[in-house]
């Protein structure tokens, strides 16, 4: 019998991308044939094995398009940034934004049904990224878009790559892009504190709360008096208003001008914001740290204890 080493592991999940334990497992299966344990994998694990397909795209980029009033914001994801300078990506990203502008999509398998050729590949937009991906060797996704279609105007800012954001609105053009670079900049989650989210309003909440508590058994263990309940509940909620503040766009000081509000900044000019859409790229995802030695160590540790 083969001795597995933790180097032959190693190879054989930077091969297939598989689990640490199911590639030990093959390699013992195959006594330490590589090629035949990879065989293993890719029969036991089907389309978990293919490396390309199963690895995180973190990375990417934001493109948006606009003609008129019709226009679209797009997230395009990849492996690694270095990616994200590449021609043939590029294009593809901005090829697709500008098709979810003109054909309206449903969905991203709507969008990459649409017909589209580049680089030899085609006819459909999809054949490009499948294309792409052997030509690049790295896993490509359009994660997520959205299209807009009047009646309101619209305006774009795009911050390098990796933050890209649309405002609809009504009135003058420069101040409508003055506040896309502020949403790019500032990232409100609403355009006012009547719109923001419920969970997050409570979410809030319970950070003040906690917060209070915490203060509360602080002055209990340095035997000084402890605040009322009514006094408390007014700290809470002063909390709460003062975030509602800070993340609706109209309230936040304006970035070229943090004497005015961005909603004086956009009365002074005569311009109605009338909503916004931003993207940063990898927001949510969570990011695949690979660090094979701690995960043997994990491996090892979690062995002891079950034995």
């Known amino acids: 019998m083969a001795a597995i080493t933790a180097s032959m592991v190693a190879e054989l999940r930077a091969k ?3 689990p640490m334990m199911e590639c030990k497992k093959a390699l013992t299966e195959a006594d330490g044939d590589m090629v035949k344990a990879e065989e293993l994998l890719r029969v036991k694990l089907g389309n978990k094995a293919g490396k390309a397909a199963a690895r995180i795209t973190a990375e990417g980029v934001v493109t ?3 003609d008129g009033a019709n226009g679209a914001l ?38 990459s049904a649409l017909p589209y050729s580049q680089d030899g590949f085609g006819p459909t937009l999809e054949d490009v990224r499948r294309g792409l991906i052997g030509k690049i060797g790295e896993n490509m996704s359009f994660r997520r878009f959205k299209r807009f279609a009047g009646p309101a105007k619209l305006a774009a800012y795009l911050h390098g790559t990796r933050i890209g954001v649309v405002v609809e609105f009504d009135g003058d053009e420069v101040a409508a892009k003055d506040v896309a ?12 504190s009547a ?12 950070v003040a709360a906690g917060k209070a508590d915490e203060d509360r058994k602080a002055a209990e263990a340095a035997g000084k008096p402890v605040q009322p309940a009514e006094i408390v509940a007014k700290r809470i909620e002063g909390g709460v208003q003062k975030y509602l503040k800070e993340v609706s766009l109209f309230n936040q ?11 004086q900044m956009l009365k002074a000019a005569g311009t109605t914001v009338k909503g916004f ?25 979690a062995a002891k204890t079950a034995a």
């Open 16 to 18: 297939t991308d598989a």
């Open 64 to 66: 948006s398009f606009i």
């Open 74 to 111: 797009l997230e395009t994801n990849c492996e690694t940034d270095f990616v994200t300078k590449n021609d043939s990506f590029l294009a593809l990203a901005n090829a697709a934004a500008a098709l979810v502008a003109k054909h309206n999509p449903a969905d991203v398998a709507a969008l």
């Open 181 to 192: 670079m502020h949403v790019a900049a500032m990232k409100p989650v609403a355009l006012t």
């Open 195 to 206: 719109d923001v989210p419920a969970e997050l309003i409570e979410k809030e909440r319970a």
């Open 253 to 263: 000081p304006f970035v070229k001008n943090d004497k005015q509000t961005v909603e």
């Open 277 to 301: 859409t931003l993207y940063v790229v990898g927001e949510g995802i969570e990011k695949k740290v690979d660090d094979f030695a701690a995960e043997v160590a994990a491996q090892v540790a």
